[in-house]
């Protein structure tokens, strides 16, 4: 599975399609939830069903959902799949498909541009990461996208051999003779996770190792890795892969959160101190269109009606003249998902913030600006 990327998201959020809608469809396949495939083709078809009804005088749409459900009908491989994410545009012959090993939720939308906010909400939550876990003789690195493994490597030292013991060492000799194997192991370690990450890359790393050995593990990572560990964990490195996997995941969802938070304390202080900062949809919508945006926050599923200029891309919370070029704009279901593409083609960070009941204080949405 190849995972999607924000590059790709950047660039299905600028597709326009011109004088005829994008139908995106979201489709939750997991065989966990949905076991039999016929259960996931039955919620399809009633979800495109409404979409034709309320969409499918437009000949391209309808040409959209009748390919979308041929494709369901089709079958998928859910081994590692359990999310499906949908873009068309028949009039345009734009056609996207994105297999998700994460779950989405049901959802059809039809729109001038693909909705892309669920796929954001999966690259940013399951942003890539390094794991290395180690003890003494043994040591395992992976890297995971999108919850799964998309790389690992594993090291384990051959002991010493007991008929090389030389019985005429005192105690002290035995000592640091082992010290030097356990140094030696652990600068294996970290050249292991050095190799990994020139072959993956990776922006954050978490590190399982025990008090005893993980100061000195750290010490010997190579500097672009120590600049980039942002946690330590108690995984055991003899752990079950799957075990590790949630353990992993549950440890980069709590540093999800902790980054989430100190960008919304320095929002907090920007709007509070009127320096290069704005909350609230109206504020946030203005500094957008004047292209002052570097990073916006957005509450995890917070949506919100408003308007959207035909002639200029102008976006705006209340209707229904254009204040740039007084067009009539158009009524959009949902102008905070105009606003996360409108940053994404931009090129400003966004950040879906999961519970943070702080921004939900703020209004939901925020940006911290470049001036
Ligand atoms: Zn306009």
């Known amino acids: 599975m190849v995972a999607i990327t924000e590059d790709e998201i950047r660039q299905l959020a600028s597709f326009k399609g011109g004088e005829a809608p994008v139908t995106s469809v979201y489709l939750d396949v997991d065989g ?22 309320r969409f499918g005088d437009d000949a391209s749409v309808a040409a959209d959902i009748q390919r979308i459900q041929e494709l369901v009908h089709g079958g998928l491989d859910r081994s590692r799949t359990r999310g499906l994410a949908v873009f068309s545009c028949t009039a345009q012959d734009f056609w996207k498909v994105v297999e998700l090993p994460v779950g989405v939720r049901d959802q059809v939308v039809v729109n001038h541009s693909p909705y892309v906010r669920q796929l954001e909400v999966v690259v940013d939550e399951f942003e890539r990461f390094g794991l290395l876990l180690a003890d003494k003789i043994r040591a395992r690195v992976f890297v995971y996208e999108l919850g799964e493994i998309v790389e690992s490597e594993e090291i384990i ?16 000799q035995a000592e640091n003779h082992t010290t030097a194997l356990v140094h030696q192991h652990l600068r294996h370690a970290a050249d292991a996770a050095f190799r990994v990450f020139k072959d993956r890359g990776f922006e954050r790393l978490i590190i399982g190792a025990h008090d005893e050995i993980a100061h000195e ?10 600049e980039r560990l942002e946690a330590r964990c108690n995984i055991p490195v003899n752990a079950g892969d799957e075990e590790i996997r949630s353990a992993a995941l549950q440890v980069e969802a709590d540093v999800e959160r902790r980054k989430e938070a100190e960008l919304v304390s320095r929002l907090r202080d920007a709007v509070g101190s009127h320096n290069r900062g704005v909350a609230g949809l109206d504020d946030v919508l203005r500094a957008l269109v004047e292209r002052r945006v570097e990073t916006l926050l957005v509450s995890h599923g917070f949506t919100h009606p408003g308007w959207r ?63």
């Open 309 to 371: 200029c035909p002639s200029c891309d102008h976006i705006c919370r209340v209707g229904r003249s254009c204040p740039v070029c007084e067009t009539q704009m158009n009524a959009v279901d949902d102008v905070v998902e105009e606003a996360v593409e409108e940053a994404l083609a931009q090129s400003c960070d966004v950040e879906i913030c999961v519970g943070n009941a702080d921004l939900d204080v703020l209004g939901q949405i925020g940006a911290l600006l470049r001036y």
């Open 32 to 53: 966990g939830r949905h076991v039999r495939w016929q259960d996931v083709v039955k919620s399809a078809d009633a979800l495109l069903k409404d979409a034709q009804t």
């Open 157 to 172: 030292e051959p002991l010493p051999r007991g008929d090389d013991d030389d019985h005429s060492y005192r105690k002290d």
């Open 217 to 226: 593990l750290e010490s010997l990572l190579h500097p672009y890795l120590k």
